[in-house]
């Protein structure tokens, strides 16, 4: 969860009142926030932000609008989302060869506002904090700012060769072509591999040949530097989703206006049909209004409120409010897209009333929880596995496509992938648990061997037949490392498992990536296939820095507790 740094006395100024810490800790509560810190020599806050779906919050700006409008009643209304157009500064065009590369931008412009010092610190920090964590470090969207003085319209979005532009990026004096820049500049080395592959990268440009950037990379040090002083703003953001690049610009829109700008829009021409149309005037209010049955308020708080009360705890929270016979119509601000089901606006409701004037209810039933069938059978695996001299480990479920199947030898198996992904070392979901222990093997190079190593736990599998087209199931893996460890020794242990869980079974020679050819094979119970067992390839070892050789079996635990008590 982000954690922003604002001043007190910028927060107060935005909110037009004063407050102690203790009451500012308060006022926090309505946007899932916690003061984590104050220096009064500073007036500095650390705030911690607890909601990953707001970003309009992830700002002094967007903390002040939260607090002002329930405190006071006075939202603005921002007339630029609804304009006619007489305050449009230009268009940006888009080029055909864009699409399959970074295909959605968008822009506005900010003016009659010097831009100062603490102004400045914020849009950096909101512009890194979005970028860096609702963006996916750059990947799904980017941001940059400019000195609008120094742009000429239309501005043109398109794909270039790397070699074919040249231009200074912040923070350097030379001149570089975009190859350059992806290999030697700092941006370049961080964020080029989301360009990795790609015969062309995107620019925007003026129409004076003025570069404005090279997203999502780098801006440009002529346009791109904006400083202390400076009155006229572009923003653009650029993304692999539309509907995050809207939100955003809405997001930075409102916030700008918010300390005293005026928004000028900015017209998108598209040569491809989006969401949205050809043609798309930025800011853009997309929100529709979502029904909420009156019936599911009670239902999902717990406690009667009265429909006015209602309404007016919505109104208050930034949503407009209508009546429709036996349900509300609510639309959200244009600043928010994370109202997908009324349980969504519940939730505001609240959080607009507060936690604390709910009264609590105890339980009005007694139950006694006991262990499921599954887990006292894996327990059972657990204890004969334990009795064999290993050691039991716990891994997350969440993982990377990286370590599950490329450092596997694995390519065209499905995983069961994350969306909205924070990290890519957390972007899938494992469905195997051998490589989770081929990773603490690569962080135990240093311990006395022989390393025996086991897991049981969570695994999902990509099934289309089930509930989000994926299906949870538990597995069971061992491993043995040492100078000498072989298929023998590991199946003397899947042996002695299924000896004590008085199950029959065979092994049916096989092929695999992870494993050594002829040195693997499928366990199967009657027509079944329960697991697999071999030998570690030595490509996977070697692109998991494992230096020792690795023997492992992996057994479906799931299908053994169904065969189990199939056969008494």
């Known amino acids: 969860m982000p954690t922003i740094s604002i001043k007190k006395k910028d927060l107060e100024t935005l909110i037009g009142l004063q407050f102690s ?29 607890s909601d990953s779906n707001r970003p309009d919050l992830w700002c002094c700006e967007g903390i002040a609008r939260q607090i002002k409008g ?68 750059r990947r799904r969207i ?20 790397p070699e074919d532009i040249s231009f200074a990026p912040l923070g350097f004096d030379e001149k570089m072509n975009l190859q350059d820049i992806v290999e030697r500049h700092p941006k370049g080395e961080t964020y080029g591999e989301i360009l990795r592959g790609m015969a062309k990268y995107p620019i925007l440009i003026d129409s004076k040949d003025n570069v404005l950037s090279f997203p999502p990379i780098i801006n440009s040090r002529e346009v791109g530097e904006v400083k202390v002083g400076d009155t006229e703003l572009f923003v653009e953001v650029t993304g692999i989703d539309i509907r995050l690049v809207l939100l955003i610009l809405n997001v930075l829109a409102v916030n700008l206006h918010d300390r005293g ?18 043609t798309i005037c930025i800011p853009n209010d997309f929100t529709e209004p979502l029904p909420l049955p009156l019936k ?77 069938d599954a887990e006292v059978f894996a327990d059972q695996i657990r204890e004969y596995i334990i009795g064999s001299g290993f050691q039991e480990i716990i891994s997350n479920i969440l993982t990377s496509k990286e370590d599950v199947l490329y450092k596997m030898g694995l390519e065209q198996e499905k995983v069961v ?99 050594i050819g002829g040195r693997m094979g499928w366990i199967y119970t009657g027509k079944d296939v329960v697991g697999l067992i071999g030998e570690v390839h030595p490509k996977a070892l070697t692109a998991w820095e494992i230096h020792m050789p690795c023997s492992a079996f992996e057994v479906d635990v799931d299908k053994l507790l169904e065969i189990y008590q199939a056969n008494p």
């Open 21 to 49: 810490l203790n009451d500012l800790e308060r006022h926090l509560q309505l946007v899932k926030g916690e003061l984590k810190g104050y220096v009064a020599e500073t007036d500095e806050m650390r705030v911690e932000l």
């Open 70 to 137: 329930k405190l006071t009643g006075a939202w603005k209304d921002y007339e630029f989302f609804y304009s006619d157009g007489t305050n449009k500064i230009g268009q940006i065009v888009v080029s055909e060869d864009i699409r399959d590369i970074r295909p959605y931008v968008g822009g506005f412009a900010a003016t009659g506002i010097p831009v100062d010092e603490e102004m400045l610190v914020q849009m950096i920090q909101t512009q890194e904090k979005i970028s860096e964590v609702f963006g996916s470090k």
């Open 142 to 161: 980017s941001i940059g700012i400019y000195n609008l003085a120094k742009i000429k319209f239309p501005v043109y979005y398109k794909a270039v060769r």
């Open 261 to 278: 700008a005026n928004i000028n829009i900015a017209e998108v021409l598209y040569p491809y049909e989006t969401e949205f149309g050809k």
């Open 296 to 372: 599911d308020i009670d239902k999902v708080i717990g406690e009667g409120i009265d429909i006015e009360e209602v309404i007016t705890l919505l109104d208050s929270y930034g949503h407009w409010v209508k009546r429709a016979g036996d349900e509300l119509q609510v639309t959200p601000p244009p600043y928010r897209d994370d109202i997908m089901h009324p349980v969504d606006l519940c939730e505001d409701i609240a959080i607009s009333r507060g936690y604390s004037s709910f009264n609590p209810v105890m339980p009005s039933q007694m139950t006694v929880g006991v262990l499921s």
């Open 417 to 515: 992938e994350v969306d909205n992904i924070m990290s890519q070392s957390y972007s899938a979901l494992r469905q195997w648990l051998i490589p989770s222990l081929l990773r603490v093997e690569t962080a135990s190079s240093e311990s006395f061997y022989p390393h025996k190593i086991f897991e049981m736990g969570e695994a999902a599998v990509s099934d289309e037949t089930s509930n989000l087209a994926s299906r949870t199931v538990i597995k069971c893996a061992a491993m043995m490392s040492h100078p000498a460890a072989n298929f023998s020794e590991i199946h003397s242990i899947l042996e002695t498992l299924m000896y004590y869980l008085q199950m029959d079974y065979r092994l049916v020679p096989g092929e695999h990536p992870s494993f």
